[in-house]
């Protein structure tokens, strides 16, 4: 049947069902056609009163295998009790033993259609979709994995002026750990089953792998880079136009751009008519902020954790939607995220960023007691320094100028040096400059200290060729 292959394509049967009674229940109006079912807006009448969502199989739609399926989701909705997930009140069958079942009737409007219209930051649709995480860890809890989780089935009301998130539509639900309904519930080989843009690559596949709760995180993970980004991981258009092979492929092969990477590549513009190719200004701005604050938002934990999710390898991704949750909760308080890398570096980010009031003033102390032994110490080592290279030098000159015995000088004359008493002061300091280079070999600063004294003193004494030579030898020294 075509309508099983393409339920996209499936023409909504409206039958004369509206005004007529089923069961307890008066249907007022047609609201709308899921894949198998047709959901009518109903007055139930008893035991109390209240508007309710009742769906029942399509007309010719009644197929054992279908009518195995729509009892699959009754009875998954029946086990499942959790403020976000839309509630199952009834079930039954109609005269001509068409079944159909009575649920919570949700006002409301698809996730990504809610956060866009009133223009949510960031952190506000992280915090609904957590909603949604929980939602469906409950689900999986029940051995529930819902398999066609994306915006339409995912509706934000406002019951008491709050948004609250409801998952609804398990109607490809499968049990993982129960039977669901006596009948045979199997999914036919070949027949892909879910929206491609948010199937699992497992799931696209149709290889026989058993599908687990992972494909629901998957799906979790495409969601919610349409909420942060305004766009699928895979252009909606390529894969509404692309053959089944080819679906297959993109969705098992080809790796995504991270969501910072997707936005930058974006066109920029105020105004985009389509949605899945949204200009990064128009994505901005609906979210409150301007498009290079909105990367930065983006860059780090948000792409790291939204990649996990999308990992082709179901290993790799978050074992539980509490999991992904518990991450995005941790990015919230600055803790590092299972997603992220564990270097030393990050995990000292994050403890900077969650304590920076300490961080900072912990920094200022030791940045204070630091400056303050650095100059202690610079001025201990100026000090030595400055003793050391004093020492060396009285040393030269106590020993060459007013050595305590000069019996070297004047009673065993040195035919090299002369002496006598017309011996002048630029003779003197002529004689002891050959010694300079022997007295100071280890002490470079010293020697250039004593000969730049030297050449003054030669200066002095009008012996201008002698003091430039020793103060051009002390300037290559300095240098």
């Known amino acids: 049947m075509a309508s099983e292959k393409d339920p996209t394509i499936q023409t909504p049967l409206i039958d004369?069902?509206?005004?007529?009674?089923?069961?307890?229940?008066?249907?007022?109006?047609?609201?709308?056609?899921?894949?198998?079912?047709?959901?009518?807006?109903?007055?139930?009448k008893q035991p109390v009163r209240r508007q309710v969502a009742l769906k029942i199989i399509k007309l010719g739609m009644d197929t054992k295998q279908i009518i195995a399926r729509?009892?699959?989701?009754?009875?998954?909705?029946?086990?499942?009790?959790?403020?976000?997930?839309?509630?199952?009140?009834?079930?039954?069958?109609?005269?001509?033993?068409?079944?159909?079942?009575?649920?919570?009737?949700?006002h409301g409007v698809p996730l990504t259609e809610y956060c866009d219209t009133e223009c949510l930051?960031?952190?506000?649709?992280?915090?609904?979709?957590?909603?949604?995480?929980?939602?469906?860890?409950h689900a999986h809890q029940k051995g529930i994995i819902h398999r066609d989780l994306k915006p339409s089935n995912v509706l934000v009301s406002i019951p008491a002026g709050e948004p609250v998130p409801k998952v609804i539509d398990?109607?490809?639900?499968?049990?993982?750990?129960?039977?669901?309904?006596?009948?045979?519930?199997?999914?036919?080989?070949?027949?892909?089953?879910?929206?491609?843009?948010?199937?699992?690559?497992?799931?696209?596949?149709?290889?026989?792998?058993?599908?687990?709760?992972?494909?629901?995180?998957?799906?979790?993970?495409?969601?919610?880079?349409?909420?942060?980004?305004?766009?699928?991981?895979f252009d909606l258009t390529k894969l509404a136009s692309a053959g089944l092979g080819e679906i297959q492929r993109i969705i098992r092969e080809e790796i995504p751009h991270k969501p910072s990477t997707r936005l930058g590549n974006l066109t920029r513009s105020a105004t985009a008519p389509d949605t899945n190719a949204s200009s990064i200004d128009f994505i901005s701005r609906h979210r409150a902020t301007e498009s290079a604050r909105l990367q930065r938002e983006l860059k780090g934990d948000l792409d790291w954790i939204v990649m996990k999710c999308l990992e082709k390898d179901r290993s790799r991704r978050y074992e539980t939607a509490n999991g992904l949750a518990r991450d995005l909760e941790r990015h919230f308080c600055n803790e590092p995220v299972t997603a992220g890398p564990p270097g030393v570096t990050y995990q000292l980010e994050k403890f900077i960023r969650r304590n920076r009031a300490l961080v900072i003033g912990a920094a200022a102390v030791l940045l204070v007691l630091v400056l303050g032994v650095a100059g202690v110490t610079v001025q201990w080592i100026?000090?030595?320094?400055?003793?050391?290279?004093?020492?060396?030098?009285?040393?030269f000159l106590s020993t060459l100028i007013v050595a305590p015995d000069p019996k070297w000088y004047l009673t065993e004359p040195n035919p090299t040096r002369r002496s006598g008493p017309d011996l002048t002061v630029a003779e003197a300091m002529v004689d002891i400059l050959p010694s300079i280079d022997e007295a100071f070999a280890n002490h470079p600063d010293a020697e250039a200290d004593t000969r730049l004294a030297i050449g003054r003193s030669f200066v002095g004494l009008s012996h201008f060729a002698e003091g430039r030579e020793q103060c051009s030898r002390a300037l290559e020294i300095y240098l």
């Open 382 to 395: 100026r000090a030595e320094w400055q003793a050391t290279k004093a020492a060396v030098i009285n040393d």
């Open 121 to 137: 930051s960031t952190r506000r649709r992280l915090e609904l979709f957590i909603d949604v995480c929980r939602a469906v860890q």
């Open 16 to 44: 004369d069902a509206v005004g007529t009674m089923i069961g307890r229940y008066k249907i007022l109006q047609h609201l709308g056609d899921g894949g198998f079912g047709t959901v009518y807006l109903a007055e139930q």
């Open 170 to 233: 398990f109607g490809i639900a499968k049990a993982t750990g129960q039977s669901l309904t006596d009948k045979t519930l199997v999914t036919e080989y070949r027949q892909l089953l879910g929206t491609p843009a948010y199937m699992s690559p497992e799931q696209a596949e149709m290889s026989g792998v058993d599908i687990d709760t992972r494909s629901d995180i998957y799906s979790l993970g495409v969601l919610l880079y349409e909420l942060l980004t305004g766009t699928t991981p």
């Open 70 to 106: 729509f009892e699959a989701e009754r009875q998954a909705l029946a086990m499942m009790d959790h403020p976000n997930i839309a509630k199952v009140f009834d079930a039954g069958a109609t005269e001509s033993g068409r079944p159909y079942f009575v649920m919570e009737l949700v």
